[in-house]
T-cell receptor, first 117, second 109 residues
Framework: GAVVSQHPSWVICKSGTSVKIECRSL??????MFWYRQFPKQSLMLMAT?????????EQGVEKDKFLINHASLTLSTLTVTSAHPEDSSFYIC?????????????FGQGTRLTVV | DAKTTQPPSMDCAEGRAANLPCNHS???????VYWYRQIHSQGPQYIIH???NNETNEMASLIITEDRKSSTLILPHATLRDTAVYYC??????????FGAGTILRVKS
């Protein structure tokens, strides 16, 4: 199956700093990528939908100025957590769907565990 | 997206078939049924999806009732590595995936 890679797998940062997470589709072009957040023992919560070359669409309650999403190419989307605080500590997961194949599965990255201290 | 209902947890003996039910009584005609699973601390893994016909692949089988209001994911010979949270999701092609609580499947030896 298609491969989606996230980097880094885990990161620890100090409160107040910003952290960038990369999501790459390795063997296909992804017009659309999705960003999720997952707290312990909870399900995945969709944060935003990222479309190549346009602004991301954020779900209700997600601060767009805090979670900056950039989807500059068909194989790369980035999520930047700005001015991170301990409550932002979570498991962040991206997924990507192959361009022009909307009636197919989305593939997920391995996730990035963010710990803000 | 239509809401799905799954049992919170299930146990299955190793080597036996695991049958995971999903109720989606409000599914509309153009919504597909997708199944994903998530093993602890990993990203979700695609399993299978279907519209109205039963589907089978190397991982599992998907049985969708004729009225499409429910479906069952079948893992024919469950192994310990199949222990995971299984998510049943319905969505229109091209739309975002919205995850519910899923079913925790515990495969026991």
């Amino acid at each position: 199956g298609a491969v989606v890679s996230q980097h880094p797998s885990w990161v620890i940062c100090k409160s107040g700093t910003s952290v960038k997470i990369e999501c790459r589709s390795l063997d296909f072009q992804a017009t659309t990528m999705f960003w999720y957040r997952q707290f312990p023992k909870q399900s995945l919560m969709l944060m935003a939908t990222s479309n190549e070359g346009s602004k991301a669409t954020y779900e209700q309650g997600v601060e767009k100025d805090k979670f900056l999403i950039n989807h500059a190419s068909l194989t790369l989307s980035t999520l930047t957590v700005t001015s991170a605080h301990p409550e932002d500590s979570s498991f962040y997961i991206c997924s990507a769907r192959e361009a022009r194949r909307i009636n197919t599965e989305a593939f997920f990255g391995q996730g990035t565990r963010l710990t803000v201290v | 997206d239509a809401k799905t209902t799954q049992p919170p947890s299930m146990d299955c003996a190793e080597g036996r078939a695991a049958n995971l039910p999903c109720n989606h009584s409000t599914i509309s005609g153009n919504e597909y049924v997708y199944w994903y699973r998530q093993i602890h601390s990993q990203g979700p893994q695609y399993i299978i999806h279907g519209l109205k016909n039963n589907e089978t692949n190397e991982m599992a089988s998907l049985i969708i009732t004729e009225d499409r209001k429910s479906s069952t994911l079948i893992l024919p010979h469950a192994t310990l590595r199949d222990t995971a949270v299984y998510y049943c999701i319905v969505r229109v092609a091209g739309d975002k995936l919205v995850f519910g609580a899923g079913t925790i499947l515990r495969v026991k030896s």
